[in-house]
């Protein structure tokens, strides 16, 4: 309350109130979480908000274990419809190039094989794009990559695009599931054409989550945030311009001073 008075005091905009810390979501996202986890786009154009989900968890844990890198593999059906990641992209939000380890597959097959191999290699991070719907990927397989994921203390997160909408429906053996939908862009400036820019924003909801029943509403939605240099995330309210850029004051007593004596 004190840094929104002297804000207004001070002429600018207040900034953003700070939202209540979700301590089920702070655990689920803890960087130091291993295991298996499945990410699913809420609708067919949520695929690309589900990878820049999985990439920043991938920050997050990259950020306690820097010499385990990522291993991504984009199966080549994936990589048709929604594209690679990109090099320089990556860079900017705080990936060194020579920490990712990009790998190509054909089928959904070989790219479960090449995610449980993986896992088991000691990288830090391991994250899987796979065209296979909600029957390709069963019990049998997703046991395979979580003991795995157990055995090589690695992060395991596959993103299963062509099984939008089906979050709620999938069975397996993974330890979270994530439905992810783009969250909504930071508010436009009154005349301009385009939103200010921010950082990235999904929506979230936890479908499911072992170890923290009852934490969770399957059916609620939440707004975050990632903070790429912090590489945190943040409720909603959380934005990259936290106040408004003011102009420099020309009615303080010096600058009128000045004006006076010229």
């Known amino acids: 309350m004190r840094r929104r008075i002297a804000a207004l005091e001070a002429g600018g905009a207040p900034a953003p109130a700070a939202a209540p810390r979700d301590e089920g979501l702070s655990r689920l996202l803890d960087p130091g979480r291993g295991g298996l986890r499945e990410a699913l786009p809420a609708r067919p154009t949520d695929a690309a908000a589900t990878a820049g989900f999985a990439f920043a968890l991938a920050l997050r844990r990259l950020r306690l274990r820097p010499q385990g890198g990522i291993v991504w593999i984009a199966e080549d059906m994936a990589a048709r ?21 990009l790998a190509r597959t054909r089928r959904p097959r070989e790219t479960l094989w090449a995610m449980e191999e993986a896992l088991k290699s000691g ?32 992060a395991g997160l596959l993103l299963l695009p062509r099984a939008a909408g089906a979050a709620q429906r999938l069975a397996s053996a993974a330890e979270a599931r994530f439905e992810i939908a783009a969250g909504a862009p930071p508010p436009r400036a009154e005349g301009a054409p385009r939103p ?27 707004d975050i945030v990632f903070d790429h240099q912090e590489a945190e995330f943040h409720g909603a309210p959380f934005h990259a311009l936290s106040r408004r850029a003011s102009a420099a004051p020309c009615d303080r007593p010096a600058r009128a001073q000045k004006r006076a004596l010229a």
């Open 196 to 222: 200010l820019p921010g950082p990235p924003a999904f929506r979230l909801r936890v479908v499911k989550a072992r170890g923290l029943v009852g934490a969770f509403d399957p059916q609620a939605w939440r």
């Open 123 to 154: 990288a830090a991070v391991v994250i899987a794009e796979s065209w296979a719907d909600a029957s390709a990927y069963d019990l049998t397989a997703s046991r395979r990559l979580a003991l795995a994921a157990r055995r090589g203390d690695c």
């Open 81 to 101: 419809e929604l594209g690679l990641p990109y090099g320089r992209g990556l860079q900017a939000a705080g990936l060194p190039p020579e920490l990712l380890v």
